[in-house]
């Protein structure tokens, strides 16, 4: 009987620890699953609208979508699309919506006609620099506002570039007074299009690539596009001699990466994770760029092209101030979701005007004997 209870007792340890090693097997099995399924290359589609290899703006998405590739070890490969590669240059919105692509690399202000506030996450006219609007995005609820806006569209947005301060533009005539801007035509999306509308000009929201074809044809008599590292890879100095400044319109222009927000939420969270703060380096990076280059290539506007450079006449600023003041209580009194963000871009910028007086505009300043 004993030895009937001792056999018992083994065969009870025998059948646990075969169980205990089958559900070890299984967990360990498990776990090689989870790590096999984890290294599976995803593969997505990023349209832009930007013609390819563009400096500074398509071989930014180009850089961005690298980066995001080796920060996840190849396991999410994205390929990039030139605008009209894949959808036309001003389809991004509604191809990364859909899900044609799961990314896109463009503007917000090209979508005002779906979306109106959209275009206060690109640039307002004499609002936020770059460094203001990263603050804002980051720290003053622009992100927050600017996801609210676009979630029903099942879209994500993340500010993904900056190229600065913008030039004012390029003329086929001298610019001397506002007489000079009645019945004018110019290239100019976003809220700076309706200003020009308030003092007599015709804005005409045209993608990069037909730009310099309409200014050479006479399409238009005038555009904006950014400034001198993008603007001479353009070749804007064959078709107009008159480069204006300062960038009235766009001093600080917010290149937008959206996703489409089932593909971002099916990803992994390290690959989240990945992908924002890669976006986040491509932001920072696209500023540097556009910082170290600008005047290399302006000297090269002037020197070697002989582009006439001139200031902006005062009177002539003070009165598309004036305009763009107009412009932006009218444009958010017509759309409570304008209005909302209005309020929190204004807040926002009278807070840190009132510190950039006595901190960059204080030492710059100082910095030019003045």
């Known amino acids: 009987m004993r030895n009937l209870m001792v056999l018992g007792k083994l065969a009870f340890a025998g059948l646990l620890a075969l169980s205990l090693v089958a559900c070890g097997g299984s967990e360990k099995a498990e776990d090689t699953a989870k790590v096999e399924k984890k290294a599976e290359t995803i593969h997505w589609k990023m349209v832009t609208t930007w013609p390819k290899n563009f400096p500074g703006l398509g071989t930014g998405a180009e850089a961005l979508a690298k980066n995001i590739k080796a920060m996840s070890n190849g396991r999410l490969d994205i390929k990039v699309y030139a605008a009209g590669e894949l959808v036309p240059a001003l389809e991004v919105f509604d191809a990364v919506s859909r899900g044609t692509a799961e990314m896109g690399h463009s503007a917000s202000y090209y979508w005002k006609g779906k979306v109106p506030a959209a275009q206060f996450f690109t640039t307002v006219p004499f609002g936020l620099t770059a460094l203001e609007f990263n603050a804002w995005i980051e720290f003053g609820g622009g992100l927050k506002l600017w996801e609210e806006i676009y979630a029903p569209f099942n879209l994500i947005p993340m500010p993904a570039g900056n190229p600065g301060v913008q030039m004012g533009g390029w003329f086929n005539k001298e610019i001397n007074s506002l007489a000079d801007f009645q019945g004018l035509k110019m290239r100019m999306p976003g809220l700076g299009g309706e200003v020009l509308k308030k003092v007599g000009a015709s804005p005409i929201n045209l993608p990069g ?37 300062p960038g009235w319109h766009e001093p600080g222009s917010a290149v937008e990466a959206i996703f489409n927000k089932d593909a971002f939420n099916a990803l992994p969270s390290d690959l989240q994770a990945i992908v924002r703060s890669a976006v986040q380096q491509a932001n920072l990076s696209m500023l540097s760029e556009f910082t170290a280059r600008n005047n290399a ?44 963000v209005y309020d929190s871009f204004k807040k926002f910028l009278d807070s840190v005007s009132a510190w950039h007086d006595v901190s960059e505009r204080a030492f710059i300043n100082a910095r030019a004997g003045e």
Do not use: M, R
């Not at 008599?221 to 001699?241: I, S």
């Not at 002037?302 to 009218?330: C, F, G, M, R, W």
């Open 209 to 245: 690539s037909e730009i310099f074809t309409a200014l050479q044809t006479g399409t238009i008599d005038a555009t904006e596009w950014v400034g001198p590292y993008n603007d001479l890879a353009f070749g804007l100095y064959k078709a107009a001699k008159y480069y204006y400044y």
């Open 297 to 340: 290539a302006l000297q090269t506007l002037v020197n070697e092209h002989h582009v006439i450079l001139k200031p902006y006449p005062q009177d002539l600023l003070l009165a598309l101030k004036k305009a763009s003041d107009e412009t932006l209580e009218e444009v958010a009194a017509n759309d409570p979701e304008s209005q909302k």
